[in-house]
């Protein structure tokens, strides 16, 4: 992901290449088969074909940059990938969080990933299309940069990335962090408030 600011907006990119590669091996895996069998055999695998072709198709959006610009002027998170998708006014904004799944490999160090998005009052929407190796502290300036933009507050002045440790069950590592930031909590203090925000999640 990159962010940078252009013409009084900020506007962050991101490109899928590995999720592209990877369907685009599995495709090509099928259509493979597909052609062996009908080399070998003379019979058409009608659904190496079409399973084939489809994961080609489904893999050309990954290859395309996404793009989400906060147009400061207009008040709005425009998301575009090759044309415009949707807008988000910033009123409708409730804050940026970190999504995360268990068990990607290249993973963060907890074999964790985690991947951009914006709350609103409809729900979340990603504004990252896959899950990245980035451990959640290295996401916090751009987080920091965005609540500025849109002007948010965090949250309980709990940093998103320890937040997001919270809610994906690392507990003990929450905790450390939070008292990092709050030297004065107390121990049991910082646990109430990582059992806190885990619930949350």
Known sequence: MRMHEKEGRTVLEARSFVLAAL??????????????VFWTTGEVVAWGLAVGVASLLAALPFVFTSRWTLDVPRKLLIWERWSPLGEVPFRDIQRFVLQSIVGVDG???DGMAYRLAVETAGGPVPLTTAYTAMEPHDWEPVLRRLREVVGLEPADTVPESIAAMARAGRTIDAVRLLREVEPNLSLYEAKARVEALSKEG
């Open 23 to 36: 369907i685009t091996l599995g495709g090509l895996y099928v259509l493979g088969y597909a052609a062996w």
């Open 107 to 109: 993973g963060a160090a």
